[in-house]
């Protein structure tokens, strides 16, 4: 939609290929007008006709991740350089993001299952902001760009998250407090979770295991590791785990043992009432 192409292969995830364009102008009703939201229109109007109805959604990135798409590393440079102009940048891809996932919700009544498919688990529909590059950036940074785009969102869509796959996300605990209504946050494997905790003691913490490391665990592993994280986030009512991007080197036996630790939990959670 923003003009970056995709490359496709058969032995990986789709890859997108920076459109590295040389300034921050971006037509936000040209992208909705074009080839690829009309095929996207097409295509859901055409399975709501044959099934009767649309379920699901399109993973929709976040603010960052799509600057990096469209303008590549310099955007890096751009928000020390010329941070006025990355400010109306950013707003405009914020933009862009609500209209296409207003187009996503009347649809589908969803917005952000192919982010996390965790989320389909709430009772209402959550708003859940991919910041998978704000490992990338300084706090000071998340804070100037980031956090007034969150801040806006958590009071217009409820419940909402952030989506942080990074290894720190504990780094940006107090900023994450000042987000009005963080209702979720997704835990990148080696967060803090007790610092995260003490500081957002209403946030359901999703944690996220390792799909790179799970490979050389053994089932009794994989438990422990779950039970250690569980119990470490200091609220196991606001706690939930989740793996994805697992290949074939993850045998079932491996995968078994995610689901028999979680479900271990619930029955003891259960049991002290």
Not at 114 to 131: A, C, I, K, M
Not at 157 to 183: M, N, T
Request: hydrophobic share 45%; aromatic share 8%; with cysteine.
């Amino acid at each position: 939609m923003i003009g970056c192409r995709v490359e496709y292969r058969a032995d990986a995830p789709p890859r997108v290929i920076p459109a590295l364009r040389p300034d921050l102008r971006i037509d936000v009703d040209a992208a909705l007008a074009g080839p690829a939201f009309r095929r996207l229109e097409t295509l859901a109007a055409a399975l709501r006709s044959r099934h009767g109805r649309v379920e699901g959604d399109v993973n929709w990135g976040g603010v960052l991740n799509l600057a990096l798409d469209y303008r590549g590393q310099d955007i890096f440079l751009d928000m020390i350089d010329k941070p006025l102009e990355v400010h109306a940048f950013f707003g405009r891809l914020a933009e862009l993001i609500e209209r296409f996932t207003a187009f996503l919700a009347r649809e589908t009544g969803t917005t952000s299952i192919s982010v996390n498919r965790t989320v389909r688990h709430f009772r209402e529909p959550l708003f859940l902001h991919s910041e998978c590059a704000l490992t990338m950036i300084s706090n000071e940074h998340y804070e100037e760009f980031f956090l007034p785009i969150d801040a806006a969102w958590s009071l217009r869509h409820r419940p909402f998250g952030v989506h942080y796959c990074g290894a720190d996300p504990h780094r940006l605990a107090d900023a994450f407090a000042r987000v009005p209504r963080l209702d979720f946050l997704d835990v990148g494997w080696g967060g803090d979770l007790g610092r995260l905790r003490r500081t957002l003691p209403g946030t359901f913490l999703n944690v996220r295991l390792s799909p790179a490391e799970i490979v050389d665990w053994s089932p009794a592993d994989i438990r422990r590791a779950i039970r250690s994280r569980v119990a470490a986030s200091g609220d196991p009512i606001l706690t939930g785990v989740c793996c994805i991007n697992m290949d074939d080197r993850v045998a079932d036996d491996q995968v078994r043992a995610i689901f028999e630790a979680v479900f271990e939990l619930r029955r003891e959670l259960a049991v002290r009432g």
